[in-house]
């Protein structure tokens, strides 16, 4: 219920699809699978990955979707219920799919961010606590662009609608 909230909240605000982790989805595939046969089928949902294009993931999606529904039905349901979130990193153009297709930097952020607000425990007002975590959120970017770990804003120009937009160091 939460999460199907959360993906209404995404659609109206941001005019997007909620994006499910890839991952994730594989490690909650692979729960319905004995040991045995885990390989066979995590390679058979590798395909879809392995697609250039968005039609080609959904049609092959679908493909081994109906490959499955007999022998591994649980997976199937779950295929069926999650096919637009797990592949809506391929909306955007190949180069960007490899560093959106995972929820992990995102994750890890988050509990760096736990991490650091844990050991001060108690903040004396708001905006000690927005100095903090934006301190925090202005080193990540700066680890991500400068080291090129994850995306710069440069490489979302062709994607963005409204390029000219900046983030601004200072809150006001």
Known sequence: MK????????????????????VHFMRNAM???????????????RTVFAQDSR?????????????LREKYPKIAVLMDG????????????KAHRQQL??????????AEIKRRTDVVGIFPNDP??????????????DEWCLQR????LEA?????DNPQAKLSAVIN
């Open 3 to 22: 999460e199907s909230f959360a993906s209404a909240a995404v659609a109206k605000v941001f005019h997007a699809t909620w994006q499910r982790c890839r």
């Open 31 to 45: 729960a319905h699978v004995g040991k045995g046969q885990r390989s066979m089928v995590a390679a058979l949902l």
């Open 55 to 67: 039609q080609e993931c959904h049609q092959q999606w679908r493909l081994v979707a109906d490959q």
């Open 82 to 93: 999650c096919e637009d979130e797990v592949l809506a990193h391929m909306a955007f153009p």
């Open 101 to 110: 297709h995972s929820t992990n930097p995102l994750e890890h952020l988050n």
């Open 128 to 141: 000690a606590i927005t100095r903090l975590v934006g301190a925090m959120l202005l080193e990540q970017n």
């Open 149 to 152: 770990r994850y995306m710069q």
């Open 156 to 160: 979302f120009k062709a994607v963005s």
